[in-house]
Nanobody, 123 residues
């Protein structure tokens, strides 16, 4: 059974940075597209960033372009999301996702979800 576990969330002031990590057990990341999604209180889960199986391609939501960077380490089965210049609107639970799609951008393209990690940005 695949388990995805996120870490690295927390409370940060606006303008600050956080780095999220996601590790997998039960299945290697190799050969799968990976992504980050987030869900703010009262809102639907939305796409944040995706990275192709060997990391050659990435995709970002317009709201995070230029501020967030997604990367992966297939050797260590770890996915990362570097978040810089955080804003209050980035406050949400962040979920990592594994997919058979090379760049998963839609919820229905995700096969496995992590449990989420809370990111709170204060003003």
């Amino acid at each position: 059974q695949v388990q995805l576990v996120e870490s690295g969330g927390g409370l940060v002031q606006a303008g600050g940075s956080l780095r999220l990590s996601c590790t997998a057990s039960g299945r290697t990341f190799t050969g799968y597209g990976l992504g980050w999604f987030r869900q703010a209180p009262g809102k639907e889960r939305e796409f944040v960033a995706a990275i192709s199986p060997i990391g050659s391609m990435t995709q970002y939501a317009d709201s995070v372009k230029g501020r967030f960077t997604v990367s992966r380490d297939n050797t260590n089965n770890t996915l990362y999301l570097q978040m810089n210049r955080l804003m209050r609107d980035d406050t949400a639970v962040y979920f990592c996702a594994q997919s058979f799609y090379p760049l998963p951008e839609k919820l229905k393209q995700v096969d496995y979800w992590g449990q989420g990690t809370q990111v709170t940005v204060s003003s």
